[in-house]
């Protein structure tokens, strides 16, 4: 399929984006807009271990192949897992095919313990534990529609999308670029998404 072809299918579907979201993490807001701030200034994400529920030794990058209003739904009823932050509404979006270049796949939705007898150790990091047999308790994240980069992802301006909680910091990200003369960053993106313009 031409990619203009492969454009114009996705631009037709809302629950198709040629967009693809890491979300920061942080105790509160003020944390996760930080944890962006680096991110950008180092151009580099640097991947989850097995401590972020990645499989085997190797880490990854977790990002999300859905669109904004999904996001913002996620955000909403999923913020907290077992008293922990699991998404803010901070991050980064990168272009499919980007992505795909740098390694990046869907992850495999199954029971961990069958995908481990069929991949090498390497490619652990692409399974995603999946059980629906119990009745009482379900292991399903098949929602997120995740995709992982191996390793750590790094990236140029022109890469990405901003991802931010709310206009609040949509203004402070372009008044931190100012006084820290980091306009090259504003320049070079895509642009800025407030989160709030989508979900409230």
Known sequence: MKRKDWN???????DMVSRITHLTRGKDSDEAFENLWQILIDKKINGSGNAGFINGGRKAVCLQELPLSAIAENLMYEKVL????????????????FIYNKGGRPVIYENKDIMK????ESEYWRIVDLNLSNKESYVDWTHEREWRVPDELTFN???????????????????????????????????????DSVYS
């Open 82 to 97: 077992n008293d922990k932050v699991r998404y803010s509404p901070f991050g980064i979006r990168f272009h499919k095919g």
């Open 8 to 14: 114009k299918r996705i631009s037709k579907r809302n």
């Open 157 to 195: 301006y022109r890469n990405i999308e901003i991802i931010v909680k709310q206009g609040k910091y949509y203004r402070e990200l372009v008044e931190r670029c100012i006084d820290k003369k980091r306009t090259d960053i504003l320049v070079g993106i895509h642009g800025i998404i407030t989160l």
């Open 117 to 120: 007898s069929l991949l090498p």
